[in-house]
């Protein structure tokens, strides 16, 4: 027997022997609850002896974790980061998969709602001050806060709230196609341009003309389409890259390929000329904050030559717990000179530029439980670096957040440019500036609205068009609907991202029907 295996024993046994000293002493038998271990012993002594009753054994004394059962808790960030979010999971519970140390582990961990603020605040005090270099203790104020904000959001809005984790979102089967139920404006043709493209989310072309697709699930891939024979249609699929944590931004520059996951940006080499043998990718940086809730990234290249990178909240709604969470980066093209240049962005999946003004635009979701119809997700424009655009204060133009109705105005905040129905989900954005749609189209902004996940009706699963007039938008309508069938209330494709090929046709990827399509203008006598 080595070392180590000495010391797991007697872990092991240390956690049995204290178990069976609070079982003997009346904790178990006598039903006195985890109150009374708090009332009788110090604050830490007290936090100690929870952690060792309901965590050790899966997280281990020293909070090493278990392989296969348990992450570890020592020296990770997400013990360290965000109070509100670390109450809500010791509160409600986790279910993975979760990244950790760059290691996800896809297990699931109860809640101890049943637990009393004062033993709750305990033990997360004492996890933190073990575990982290975080000593500041979390008080049992606090805890009730959070689970007093939780139960008014479930009782405000029962519908959001506890009715619709009971019911299933309706869908249809994966596989479910009806192209000639989209509606379009007259002229325009919907086909499909790859398919099997598991997951398809953010797209960018190459120089060559290759079509990079990135991908949202957890330790999966980036791939590369190509379309030889030229005729619309990718007849080519190559896998650049495999086991990534959720490779989903993505961005071209000079021959090589920048993939952006939850921590870290990467680097592909001269990626084109090494589609069938992918080289091994370069890190440029791996200091994003380490999320769960709305963990993956957006990129895109600016004109100014930099990697632009949202950073979303790690959460539905809080006051962030790092100073990158919530706002719109750039960085150089190696890494360097990370800056943050828009703040209160709750969850930005989509970035384009102005044609004309050169002005940076965003998407930016709402947070969720506060109804069907508010508050409003969003369109913005930074019109100059360091706007603060409200998040958690206020959402669109004038609603403030019940959790923080002591905090600063919306006058205080940047206004959206267009506020749109509330969990529509906009996700990727794009200006067009081709030459195949009439001239009414040039320079609109396409919207790729992802579609609701809690709403007690569906909304969004389309693209919209904005038509501008400079930089004031005039309207908003349905450009391609009918991925939602309204009669049945069901789903079968969501609208991602959208990319303008060479010939102004435009590509937009679905990440729930696997596909790819190509929308295309061919007059309204078919020419």
Request: charged content about 25%; some cysteine; proline content about 6%.
């Amino acid at each position: 027997m080595n070392a180590g295996q000495r010391r797991s024993i007697a872990r092991v046994v240390v956690v049995f022997v204290l178990t069976f000293a609070m079982t003997s002493s009346g904790c178990v038998d006598r039903g006195i609850t985890p109150r009374a271990v708090g009332a009788t012993l110090p604050a830490a002594a007290a936090g100690e002896q929870l952690y060792l009753r309901h965590c050790a054994a899966c997280h281990q004394v020293d909070g090493e974790g278990i392989v296969g059962v348990a992450p570890p808790l020592m020296d990770t960030d997400w013990v360290s980061g965000n109070q509100t979010r670390l109450i809500n999971v010791l509160l409600h519970g986790l279910r993975g998969p979760i990244l950790v140390n760059g290691e996800y582990w896809d297990g699931e961990m109860p809640g101890f709602e049943h637990l009393p603020d004062t033993d709750l605040a305990q033990l997360l005090s004492y996890v933190r001050r073990r575990f982290s270099d975080s000593g500041k203790p979390i008080d049992s104020a606090e805890v009730a806060r959070v689970r007093a904000a939780n139960q008014a959001y479930d009782n405000r809005v029962p519908i959001l709230g506890r009715k619709t984790r009971q019911k299933k979102y309706k869908t249809f089967a994966k596989g479910h196609r009806d192209l000639a139920g989209l509606k379009l404006p007259p002229g325009f043709e919907i086909a499909i341009y790859a398919e099997n493209v598991n997951d398809a989310r953010s797209l960018v072309m190459g120089d060559r003309g290759t079509v990079f697709v990135g991908n949202n699930k957890f330790g999966e891939e980036v791939y590369a389409l190509q379309d030889t024979d030229r005729d619309m249609k990718a007849d080519k699929k190559y896998t650049i890259a495999s086991g990534l944590a959720r490779p989903n931004g993505l961005a071209f520059v000079d021959g090589d390929l920048y993939v952006a996951e939850i921590i870290r940006v990467l680097k592909f080499t001269d990626i084109e000329n090494r589609l069938d043998n992918p080289p091994p990718p370069e890190v440029i940086f791996d200091a994003f904050p380490n999320q769960v809730k709305h963990a993956k990234k957006f990129m895109a290249l600016g004109p100014d030559n930099k990697l632009y990178i949202p950073v979303g909240a790690d959460c539905n709604v809080c006051e962030p717990g790092n100073p990158l969470d919530a706002t719109i980066t750039r960085m150089n093209l190696d890494g360097t000179g990370l800056e943050v240049i828009a703040k209160g962005v709750r969850n930005s999946v989509g970035i384009d530029w102005h044609p004309q003004t050169g002005e940076l635009w965003f998407s930016d979701n709402g947070r969720d439980l506060m109804g069907d119809d508010t508050p409003p997700c969003e369109i913005n424009r930074l019109a100059q670096p360091g706007l603060h655009f409200g998040f958690p204060h206020c959402h669109g133009r004038a609603v403030i957040d019940p959790e923080f109705a002591n905090a600063r105005g919306c006058a205080d905040y940047r206004a959206p440019e267009w506020e749109l129905q509330a969990h529509t989900a906009p996700l990727g954005i794009k200006f067009y500036t081709g030459t195949m749609f009439p001239p009414d189209y040039k320079n609109a902004l396409f919207v790729a609205e992802h579609g609701s996940w809690n709403r007690s009706e569906k909304v969004g699963y389309r693209i919209m068009v904005a038509k501008l007039d400079g930089n004031r938008i005039v309207s908003y309508q349905p450009f391609a609907e009918g991925w939602l069938d309204r009669e049945k209330d069901a789903y079968w494709g969501r609208p991602v991202d959208i990319l303008q090929l060479q010939d102004g046709s435009l590509l937009i990827s679905d990440d729930w029907a696997d596909v790819i399509y190509r929308i295309s203008y061919r007059g309204d006598d078919g020419a």
